[in-house]
């Protein structure tokens, strides 16, 4: 790793790959130049590209290693702010906003990412200074270079393709280059590409990464060939999706059956491959593991440990970023976010929603639990009444992934201070931070008051001290096999009803919840497996950015939060308060401006042929 950092490093003096280093981003591609460095001077070797490459893997990670704060944009988590820097591409600029917190609520989000925007450019221009230069080496390469170049160029097609796959799932159409640009003047009026044709592009990029990357990677946080396939993959069924239920807000887009069905053939056939000829697992074989009962956190299910260091390099994530931990000025910052002061001055930025907890299933039935009711806990008996949602028992008989993933009443973590432990802490909320004897030992409770729902986070939280809320180097997922195994089951959904296969790998991600298969009540039609995938892909993927894009291409947003000039739908806590109420009144433009993102005024005004989205006219 420290060899790593010290490439990325180099790279970063070399040609500037660090870019939007300062908080005034004035245009869209605003960064250094590209020609300061001279062919003669670089662009010699294999370690050169390489060297390249990994200051695009420095520059385009931060688009997308704190995904997790777009799950604020679905119904089940909270994000009240975050913990980004402003200025700092490294420290999470691109998710910084004049408004974090509306920026990241249910509505009223899609005006609040024009520095996404333009990061996720400067993340193409870094990905095609790659490709062209490394490019220009191959005609002289060596028979034994020719493989690791163009390897190189691969990964920086595949980077390409993923910074343009979250340019148009947010956008719709995008301007689409793929040159070095060296001057603002070069871009100054290009126009947006249809969505059809840049979704072309991003296809070639992934063929060629994956006709050149190799099977396995032995590098970690280097891409391979199932990373390739697998975003392919995911490409088609968004392409699918759009077409299947259409993307009226996108000017000009016309809903297509035919290529739906079609897209959804070819993304699971790629799903396919990724599951079957490459030989991943889940995580620890997809088992369960040990989970201790309420109020104990000795054992904690392996669900939990995927989340942490330990799992860095497991075949189950396909594609990840890495982080540089203690040192490095680039470690993640997952424990700041979802965690409280009692871990390491964390600020708890991130938090799971009260609603969450009625999607967990019981281990005993593999169904739904009766659904918790919000009491006081200062009424007698609430602490131990059925069903209560203060009564710690009332969590038992869970899936797993509960305890994995979020904590309770009565659930202990292990605090830390200054890089040493405090011993366990108890989560009790709305108590922050005081003396707690519980069974006869005294404890100081969870300091926090971040959470608005009685729980906090338990996932991507370390149980060790020893490293800084900002220091972390977990390698963040993009990609892991449990998401190819729900993609592929939904793709051969949409187009066969369910299948065997496809019921069984479902199956298998219950399975590390310790929940028994699927009745045949819920794989007996299209509808009622695609309500069970939907389940598994909240329970599974909770807390990693998923949720909103989810209801965004499936157009569920009225589903889930009632049809325009409704009621809306209130978010409670655990004692029964109302905390937030969403889309009350809410005209339809309010629906159609989260269904597609606003094109940054500011580049507009900058570029006369840059088109703005319907719902933001």
């Given at each position: 790793?420290?060899?790593?950092?010290?490439?990325?490093?180099?790279?970063?003096?070399l040609?500037?790959?660090?870019?939007?280093?300062?908080?005034c981003?004035?245009?869209?591609?605003?960064?250094?130049?590209?020609?300061?460095?001279?062919?003669?001077?670089?662009?010699?070797?294999?370690?050169?590209?390489?060297?390249?490459?990994?200051?695009?893997?420095?520059?385009?990670?931060?688009?997308?290693?704190?995904?997790?704060?777009?799950?604020?944009?679905?119904?089940?988590?909270?994000?009240?702010?975050?913990?980004?820097?402003?200025?700092?591409?490294?420290r999470?600029?691109?998710?910084?906003?004049?408004?974090n917190?509306?920026?990241?609520?249910?509505?009223?989000?899609?005006?609040?990412?024009?520095?996404?925007?333009?990061?996720?450019y400067?993340?193409?221009?870094?990905?095609?200074?790659?490709?062209?230069?490394?490019?220009?080496?191959?005609?002289?390469?060596?028979?034994?270079?020719?493989?690791?170049?163009?390897?190189v160029?691969?990964?920086?097609?595949?980077?390409?393709?993923?910074?343009?796959?979250r340019?148009?799932?947010?956008?719709?159409?995008?301007?689409?280059f793929?040159?070095?640009?060296?001057?603002?003047?070069?871009?100054?009026?290009?126009?947006?590409?249809?969505?059809?044709?840049?979704?072309?592009?991003?296809?070639?990029?992934?063929?060629?990464?994956?006709?050149k990357?190799?099977?396995?990677?032995?590098?970690?946080?280097?891409?391979?060939?199932?990373?390739?396939?697998?975003f392919?993959?995911?490409?088609?069924?968004?392409w699918?999706?759009?077409?299947?239920?259409?993307?009226?807000?996108?000017?000009?887009?016309?809903?297509?059956?035919?290529a739906?069905?079609?897209?959804?053939?070819?993304?699971?056939?790629?799903?396919?491959?990724?599951?079957?000829?490459?030989?991943?697992?889940?995580?620890?074989g997809?088992?369960?593991?040990?989970?201790?009962?309420?109020?104990?956190?000795?054992?904690?299910?392996?669900y939990?440990?995927?989340?942490?260091?330990?799992?860095?390099?497991?075949?189950?994530?396909?594609?990840?970023?890495?982080?540089?931990?203690?040192?490095?000025?680039?470690?993640?910052?997952?424990?700041?976010?979802?965690?409280?002061?009692?871990?390491?001055?964390?600020?708890?930025?991130?938090?799971?929603?009260?609603e969450?907890?009625?999607?967990?299933?019981q281990?005993?039935?593999?169904?739904?639990?009766p659904?918790?009711i919000?009491?006081n806990?200062?009424?007698?008996?609430?602490?131990?009444?059925?069903?209560?949602?203060?009564?710690?028992?009332s969590?038992?008989?869970r899936?797993?992934?509960?305890?994995?993933?979020?904590?309770?009443d009565?659930?202990?973590?292990?605090?830390?201070i200054?890089?040493?432990?405090?011993?366990?802490?108890?989560?009790?909320?709305?108590?922050?931070?005081?003396p707690?004897?519980?069974?006869?030992?005294?404890?100081?409770?969870?300091?926090?008051?971040?959470?608005n729902?009685?729980?906090?986070?338990?996932?991507f939280?370390?149980?060790?001290?020893?490293?800084?809320?900002?220091?972390?180097?977990?390698?963040?997922?993009?990609?892991?096999?449990?998401?190819?195994?729900?993609?592929?089951?939904?793709a051969t959904?949409?187009?066969?009803?369910?299948?065997a296969?496809a019921?069984?790998?479902?199956?298998?991600?219950?399975?590390?919840?310790?929940?028994?298969?699927?009745?045949?009540?819920?794989t007996a039609?299209?509808?009622?497996?695609?309500?069970?995938?939907?389940?598994?892909?909240?329970?599974e993927?909770?807390?990693?950015?998923?949720?909103?894009?989810?209801?965004?291409?499936?157009?569920?947003?009225?589903?889930?939060?009632?049809?325009?000039?409704g009621?809306?739908?209130?978010?409670?806590d655990?004692?029964?308060?109302?905390?937030?109420?969403?889309?009350?009144?809410?005209?339809?433009?309010?629906?159609?401006?989260?269904y597609?993102?606003?094109?940054?005024?500011?580049?507009?005004?900058?570029?006369?042929?840059l088109?703005?989205?319907?719902?933001?006219?």
């Amino acid at each position: 790793m420290k060899r790593k950092q010290s490439i990325i490093k180099m790279i970063a003096a070399l040609t500037g790959v660090v870019i939007f280093a300062t908080s005034c981003v004035k245009d869209l591609l605003d960064q250094q130049p590209t020609t300061d460095l001279g062919a003669n001077a670089f662009w010699k070797t294999e370690a050169d590209a390489t060297t390249a490459l990994m200051g695009a893997y420095a520059d385009i990670r931060p688009v997308f290693d704190r995904d997790y704060y777009f799950d604020g944009h679905g119904e089940f988590v909270r994000t009240r702010g975050i913990s980004a820097t402003s200025g700092n591409l490294q420290r999470g600029d691109a998710y910084h906003t004049s408004s974090n917190g509306n920026a990241y609520s249910p509505s009223g989000y899609g005006q609040y990412f024009d520095k996404m925007y333009r990061y996720l450019y400067g993340g193409v221009n870094r990905a095609n200074y790659v490709i062209e230069n490394v490019e220009k080496m191959l005609p002289n390469a060596s028979a034994t270079s020719l493989p690791e170049l163009e390897r190189v160029i691969g990964e920086a097609r595949l980077l390409r393709g993923m910074v343009y796959f979250r340019l148009i799932s947010m956008w719709g159409d995008v301007p689409y280059f793929s040159r070095i640009i060296t001057s603002n003047s070069e871009v100054a009026t290009l126009a947006r590409t249809p969505i059809g044709q840049v979704k072309d592009s991003i296809m070639a990029d992934f063929d060629y990464a994956f006709e050149k990357l190799p099977t396995h990677a032995t590098e970690l946080g280097r891409a391979s060939k199932p990373a390739a396939l697998a975003f392919r993959g995911k490409l088609q069924l968004y392409w699918a999706c759009w077409n299947q239920f259409g993307w009226p807000e996108l000017a000009g887009f016309v809903p297509d059956a035919a290529a739906a069905q079609t897209a959804y053939n070819n993304a699971a056939a790629d799903f396919r491959s990724v599951i079957n000829d490459y030989g991943l697992a889940l995580f620890r074989g997809g088992e369960p593991g040990v989970c201790d009962p309420p109020g104990q956190a000795e054992n904690l299910p392996n669900y939990y440990y995927l989340f942490t260091p330990i799992a860095n390099g497991d075949p189950e994530l396909i594609m990840t970023f890495t982080h540089g931990g203690t040192g490095t000025g680039q470690g993640e910052e997952l424990m700041r976010d979802v965690a409280g002061r009692s871990h390491e001055g964390s600020q708890c930025w991130v938090s799971p929603r009260f609603e969450i907890a009625d999607r967990y299933q019981q281990v005993s039935t593999g169904d739904f639990a009766p659904p918790l009711i919000p009491m006081n806990p200062n009424t007698a008996g609430a602490r131990t009444a059925p069903n209560s949602a203060v009564n710690p028992q009332s969590y038992a008989d869970r899936d797993y992934r509960m305890k994995a993933s979020i904590q309770w009443d009565y659930e202990f973590s292990v605090g830390m201070i200054s890089l040493k432990s405090t011993g366990m802490v108890p989560f009790i909320y709305k108590t922050w931070n005081q003396p707690v004897t519980i069974n006869g030992v005294n404890y100081t409770t969870y300091n926090t008051d971040g959470s608005n729902s009685g729980y906090v986070f338990r996932k991507f939280l370390r149980n060790y001290a020893g490293q800084g809320r900002s220091d972390g180097d977990y390698s963040f997922p993009v990609m892991r096999l449990a998401d190819v195994y729900l993609m592929y089951a939904e793709a051969t959904n949409a187009v066969n009803g369910p299948q065997a296969d496809a019921i069984e790998l479902v199956n298998k991600i219950r399975h590390r919840g310790n929940l028994p298969p699927l009745s045949g009540a819920k794989t007996a039609n299209k509808e009622v497996f695609f309500d069970a995938i939907e389940q598994e892909r909240i329970i599974e993927l909770f807390g990693e950015g998923h949720r909103g894009f989810d209801l965004r291409r499936w157009r569920a947003i009225e589903r889930v939060w009632g049809a325009p000039y409704g009621d809306g739908v209130w978010r409670l806590d655990t004692h029964g308060a109302q905390m937030q109420r969403y889309y009350q009144n809410a005209p339809e433009r309010t629906y159609e401006q989260n269904y597609i993102f606003r094109i940054p005024p500011g580049e507009r005004d900058r570029n006369p042929n840059l088109t703005q989205n319907t719902p933001w006219l």
